[in-house]
């Protein structure tokens, strides 16, 4: 096993309140696969990004566990992580384009980003420019400021240097969200490469538009309000989705590799709830067309399925019907 997340609850303090990001967040992502993170907008989808790799303030390590390759990851721990960041896990945070030092040309801000981990540039420089080659960038980029590289070109400079020390683990963070959509498909398609040439051992892939999960996941988990509602192979989840919030958010996809914009979904009345005092329960009752009294507890992630699991009551129900 690749990555075991068990019961994360991840809090940001906030003057007016506890906001529940996460909220008992438990999923595994075996070697070799990558796994597609999917719901609206503030569901907690780069909190869970941002936990694994740096946890900082307001955000607070509340419980739970994170284990990368059998070793648990002492993520609250900002000085610890430094050890497994980059080597262990990396990721390309959202908004990453525009975090690149613009003062910096790209050879320089590499070198070092390399020279505070005590790795020579000029033993590393081979392998960079294969890299930059793999995902179809001159080696000139280097002499380059990140000003003057189109959006795409910047997100695969992004891409490399998150990669560059062979990270077990990759997390990828809506990396393809402000690409126009032939860009999209190609990052797409460089993400699966990383993994098929086992620069990388297993991806995690954030986004909000499950359209662009279709062509690379193997597996899927769908997050509402801070917690899993299903999870399952690729396959499952996008063509026979069980949870009622699953099956909204895949029916309301207006077109297979056509994105929308990061808003609620128009097929889904009401909006997510607040995190502060989100409501007991499941919490997506008050816009499910299935609530009933039941659900005002929780409803436990149960497996239904051949690695397919629910979190529903009514779901629930419906397989003891079954049997
Ligand atoms: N720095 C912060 N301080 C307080 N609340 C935050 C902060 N960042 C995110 N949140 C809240 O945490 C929740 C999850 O946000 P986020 O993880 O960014 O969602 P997503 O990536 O799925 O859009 C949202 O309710 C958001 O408003
Ligand atoms: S547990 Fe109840 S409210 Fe939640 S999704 Fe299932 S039926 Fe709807
Ligand atoms: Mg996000």
């Not at 909220?23 to 990004?49: Q, R």
């Not at 959006?151 to 963070?173: H, W």
Request: aromatic share 4%; proline share 7%; net charge negative.
């Amino acid at each position: 096993m690749s990555l075991r997340v068990e019961d994360l609850r991840v809090y940001y303090q906030t003057l007016e309140g506890e906001v529940k990001a996460l909220d008992g967040v438990s999923f595994a992502i075996a070697d070799g696969e990558i796994m597609g993170l999917a719901g609206e907008s503030g569901c907690g989808k780069s909190t869970l990004a941002q936990s694994i790799v740096r946890l900082v303030p307001p955000m607070k390590l509340v419980g739970g566990v994170v284990e990368l390759d059998g070793e648990k990851l002492p993520i609250d721990d900002f000085e610890a992580m430094n050890r497994h960041r980059m080597v262990g896990v990396s990721i390309v945070p959202q908004y990453a384009m525009s975090a690149l030092n613009p003062t910096r040309k790209i050879g320089k801000l590499i070198k070092e980003l390399l020279g505070a981990r005590g790795i020579s540039y000029r033993a590393k420089l081979p392998e960079l420019e294969n890299r930059l080659q793999l995902v179809g960038l001159p080696r000139e980029v280097l002499d380059m400021y990140p000003i003057e590289l189109s959006g795409g070109m910047k997100q695969r400079v992004v891409m490399v240097i998150s990669t560059l020390l062979d990270p077990s683990l990759l997390i990828a963070d809506e990396i393809t969200s402000a690409l126009d959509v032939s860009t999209q498909r190609a990052v797409a398609e460089m993400l699966v490469d990383f993994r098929d040439r086992e620069i990388v051992k297993s991806m995690m892939v954030v986004t909000h538009d499950v359209s662009i999960l279709y062509q690379i996941a193997d597996s899927i988990l769908i997050m509402y309000a801070g917690q899993p509602v299903e999870s399952g192979p690729a396959e499952v989840i996008t063509h026979a989705p069980r949870h009622p919030y699953t099956q909204l958010l895949v029916g309301s996809l207006p077109q297979v590799g056509v994105r929308y914009d990061e808003q609620p979904l128009s097929g889904i009345a009401g909006n997510p709830p607040g995190l502060i005092d989100p409501p007991s329960g499941c919490r997506f009752r008050p816009r499910c067309p299935f609530a009933s009294e039941r659900c005002e507890s929780r409803p436990p992630l149960v497996e239904i399925g051949d690695g397919h699991s629910v979190a529903c009551w009514k779901v629930m129900e419906e397989e003891d019907a079954r049997v």
